[in-house]
């Protein structure tokens, strides 16, 4: 079976530009979330989908927005990047969204910002 | 304003050692805490969770323990192995809001 898969894998993006990372959880897991990790640090919250709707949302500015497609599939945009947007973006799958599920982690989209 | 809080940063043993990381949270109401292991270039992967009412929870050479009315966690590294280099990460569960708080982390470097 699949685990939760992100693309792409490695991105390079200069200042000013817009970036789109994708995300696909595990068949038949209904919740995204979004985190980002800045080298060194534990990932931080970004937000969190369920059902196709937003569910939570982190202490990010309102450059990041995010959607969960039909297929539970989803894409986090960040626009007007900035050098310090540099981090490892990580997406995570759940079988529903409560606290108690286990959240199953893709390897991330590794994100530089030049 | 809910945190978690991991010592040491980090650590170097050698291998066949045992050590212990430390993870003091201020997280409330509190629902369950995680410990996740993350590998270089790689996502977090769950070890154990555990609740309130849990005080001592093992999988494998890992050991996880809960003082709930301190909000301190530890977890042992039994016999270290190379593979146990990675970082680990303590993650708390509020039980309204329906959000995660990680801690940033102790990197563990087995040398042989």
């Known amino acids: 079976d699949a685990g939760v898969t992100q693309s792409p894998t490695h991105l390079i993006k200069t200042r000013g530009q817009q970036v789109t990372l994708r995300c696909s959880p595990i068949s038949g897991h209904k919740s995204v979330s979004w985190y980002q990790q800045v080298l060194g640090q534990g990932p931080q919250f970004i937000f969190q989908?369920?059902?196709?709707?937003?569910?939570g949302r982190g202490n990010f500015p309102d450059r990041f927005s995010a959607r969960q497609f039909p297929n539970y599939s989803s894409e986090l945009n960040v626009n007007a990047l900035l050098l310090g947007d540099s981090a490892l973006y990580l997406c995570?799958?759940?079988?529903?969204?409560?606290?108690?599920?286990?959240?199953?982690f893709g390897p991330g989209t590794r994100l530089l910002v030049l | 304003k809910n945190q978690v809080e991991q010592s040491p940063q980090s650590l170097i043993i050698l291998e066949g050692k045992n050590c212990t990381l430390q993870?003091?949270?201020?997280?409330?109401?509190?629902?369950?805490l995680r410990w996740y292991k993350q590998d270089t270039g790689r996502g977090p992967v769950s070890l154990t969770i555990m609740t309130f009412s849990e005080n001592t929870k093992s999988n494998g050479r890992y050991t996880a323990t809960l003082d709930a009315d301190t909000k301190q966690s530890s977890l042992h590294i039994t016999a270290s192995q190379l593979s146990d280099s990675a970082s680990y990460i303590c993650?708390?569960?509020?039980?309204?809001?329906?959000?995660?708080?990680f801690g940033g982390g102790t990197r563990v470097l087995v040398k042989p």
């Open positions: 995570a799958s759940s079988l529903g969204q409560g606290v108690w599920e286990t959240q199953y």
């Open positions: 993870c003091n949270y201020t997280v409330s109401p509190f629902s369950n």
């Open positions: 993650v708390v569960s509020a039980s309204i809001g329906n959000k995660l708080t």
């Open positions: 989908y369920y059902e196709k709707e937003e569910r």
